[in-house]
Every structure is written in C-alpha cells, then in structure tokens.
C-alpha cells in the first residue's frame, strides 16, 4: 500500500520560509512522477509544482515561480518543497501526490497517490 506523509507545515510570517516534506513508503521511488497540490479555504485545489521521477523536467505555477523549488532524494524516498518569501496568498492546506509513469503534469488527475495533507498559514 502506497502511503504518503506531508510534513514541515506552519505558521510563519509574510516573507519567511518553510520547507515541506512528503515521505513516500510501499514503492518505488523510480518511476514514480511527484507534485505538490494546495487548497485554501474556499478555493479549489490548485496545481503548485511538479518534478518527473529522475528530477529532469520541473513544472511551477506560475504564482509560485522563482519562490518554491521542488526537490526529490532517492535516497529517502522523499519529495520537497522549498517555499521562499511566502505570502498571505500562499495559506493553504498543501498536499503531496504522485503517479507511476516519468511524465509531469500540472493535472490533478494524473497523480494516483494522495497526502493527507499539511497546513500552510502565512500572517501578514
């Protein structure tokens, strides 16, 4: 059984950063194509950042480029994202996905695998 867990969400204050977590467990870390989702109150779920299995093709919204990097270790089995100079506009539960295959896509539909989620508070 597939299993991912976010973590590394918080509170922080506009123009700090965070960086968040997904560790991936009953699988393979190869192969497997990886993104970060978020949603915030009221809105729907929006596409944040996607990297293909072996990190060679990165895909951002365009909300969030030059801000958040996304980043993979093999070795730990574990996605990042790292969320610079952060906003008020950026609150929001964010959310780790991934799907076989070596593609990216900004779609929802193409990831299989699904956090629980962690939350992204950012005050002003």
């Known amino acids: 059984q597939v299993q991912l867990v976010e973590s590394g969400g918080g509170l922080v204050q506009a123009g700090g950063s965070l960086r968040l977590s997904c560790a991936v467990s009953?699988?393979?870390?190869?192969?497997?194509?990886m993104a970060w989702f978020r949603q915030a109150p009221g809105k729907e779920r929006e596409f944040v950042a996607a990297?293909?299995?072996?990190?060679?093709?990165?895909l951002y919204a365009d909300s969030v480029k030059g801000r958040f990097t996304i980043a993979r270790d093999d070795a730990k089995h574990t996605m990042y994202l790292q969320m610079n100079r952060l906003n008020v506009e950026d609150t929001a539960v964010y959310y780790c996905?991934?799907?076989?295959?070596?593609?990216?896509?900004?779609?929802?539909?193409?990831?299989?695998?699904w956090g629980q989620g962690t939350q992204v508070t950012v005050s002003s």
């Open positions: 996905a991934g799907g076989p295959g070596g593609y990216t896509s900004p779609r929802a539909v193409r990831y299989s695998d």
């Open positions: 009953g699988r393979t870390f190869s192969n497997y194509a």
């Open positions: 990297s293909s299995w072996n990190s060679a093709n990165t």
